[in-house]
C-alpha cells in the first residue's frame, strides 16, 4: 500500500459533536475512507493519523494487519494509549478499504467474509435524546418512552437506553443509590412502552462501583433487562466487573474502547464479562475486529457485538466487519441523531426495518458524498 494523499473531512452533527473522517488514497488512485472519534478527532488525533501515515509512506506495508509492526507499535502500547489506538485503527481501515477497492471486492470480502446485501441492527435510542443546537432535549420517563416507542416503529428488534444522567460514583449510601432511581423510572417506562417480551439493553457508562452495581443488576431485573453494559469501566477495573458479574442474571457487556485480539480474549478467558463489545473507531479497525470475533467465537459463542454509536462510514465499516465473522451478534446503530446523515455517504446511507444494507461495489461501496461535505463541513490536509 504506498500512500500517496491524506485527507481530512469534519462535518459539524449538533452540539459539540462533529464527524472526522479519513481519506488514504495509493498510488493508483484507490481511496479508503475511516472514520476517527474521540474530543480531539480534529486536532490531536488528525495530526497524530498523518504523522503515521507519513511514516507508512515512507515504508509501505503489505497490508492493513502490518501497519502497526511498520509503525513499530505493540499491542501493549496501543492498549494502553487511546489517542494511538484510534489513529492506528483509523488508517488500519482506511487501508483495507483501499485495498479491497484495488482488488475490486467488496471490503466484506476482503475481511474473509461473503458479501451480503443487510446486516441486521440494533436500536440504541440515546443519540436521538442528547442536547441538539437547539439546547438539551426531555429526558423524563415519558420522553424515553416515546422514543422506545419510535425504535419499535423504526424496525428495531431490540432497544438500547442509557438512563443514568443523575447517578455517579462514589455515592454516600450503601446499596442501590438514590441517584439512580430517575434511571430506574426511565428504564420502566421503556419497558412498559415495548411490552414484554422486545429485548432491553441498557448502558450505564461506568457510572457504578462494585456495591451499587451489584444492587442496581437486582433492580433491573425487576425490567426484565436482557444486557448490562458498562456499569464500571471494564478495562480500568476488570476485577470488579467481574465480580458484578458473578452476581449477575443477565449479559455483562463491555469494553468498548479496548484494542486488539490479545485484550478482548482476556476479558473473555478471565471472566470478566459476557459480551466484548469491539469497536472499529478504536479496536484496531475493521480487520482486528474480524480477528476478535473470530478468535472468541469458538470458546465463547455469541460474545462479540459491535459497539458503533457512529457516523455514517464507521457504521457502513463495521456492517461489512459483522458480515465477515460467523457468530456476530446484532450491530449497534444509533438512530434518531440528525435526518440528513444518509447523505453524507454516496450512494446514502440506507438503514430500514432495523437493517443497513450495504451497497454493491468495491471495498465499503460508498464515499463521502462532496456536495453534503461542501454544504455542512471542511476538509484539510496535514
Known sequence: MNITRVEFTSIHVHGTHQWVF???????????????????????????????AERLRLSPPDGEADVTAVLGLSAADLEADRPRATAVSALRTAIADAQARRAGISLTEFLGGRATGSVQLYGNMNRSMLPDDGGPRDRSPEAFAAAAREAIRRGYEVVKCAPFDEAQSPFEEPGLPEAARGGIDR??????????????????????????????????????????????????????????????????????????????????????????MP????????????????????????????????????????????????????????WGEVDWRPSVLEPAERIESGRIYIPEGPGLGANLDGSTVEARGRRWTL
Not at 33 to 51: F, R, S, V
Not at 199 to 210: A, G, I, K, Q, T
Not at 220 to 244: C, F, H, Q
Not at 310 to 320: I, R, V, Y
Open 187 to 276: 428504564i420502566a417506562a421503556v419497558r412498559e412502552a415495548i411490552g414484554p417480551d422486545v429485548p432491553l439493553f441498557v448502558d450505564c457508562h461506568s457510572r457504578f462501583d462494585l456495591d451499587s452495581g451489584i444492587a442496581l443488576e437486582i433492580s433491573l431485573r425487576e425490567s426484565n433487562v436482557a444486557w448490562y453494559e458498562e456499569a464500571v469501566d471494564g478495562l480500568k477495573d476488570p476485577e470488579t466487573m467481574k465480580k458484578i458479574r458473578e452476581h449477575a442474571t443477565m449479559d455483562v457487556a463491555g469494553a468498548e474502547s479496548g484494542y486488539g485480539v490479545a485484550l478482548f480474549h482476556r476479558l473473555i478467558e478471565d471472566g470478566v464479562m459476557d459480551v466484548v
Open 22 to 52: 479519513v481519506e488514504v488514497t495509493d498510488d493508483d488512485g484507490n481511496t479508503g475512507l475511516a472514520e476517527l472519534a474521540g474530543p480531539e478527532a480534529a486536532t490531536g488525533i488528525a495530526q497524530l493519523t498523518a504523522g503515521y
Open 279 to 334: 469497536d472499529i473507531k478504536f479496536c484496531g479497525g475493521a480487520g482486528e475486529a474480524v480477528a476478535i470475533g473470530r478468535a472468541l467465537e469458538p470458546i465463547a459463542a455469541g460474545s462479540v457485538s459491535m459497539h458503533s454509536p457512529s457516523g455514517p462510514a464507521s457504521q457502513l465499516a463495521s456492517a461489512h466487519a459483522t458480515a465477515a465473522f460467523q457468530g456476530a451478534r446484532p450491530l449497534e446503530h444509533a
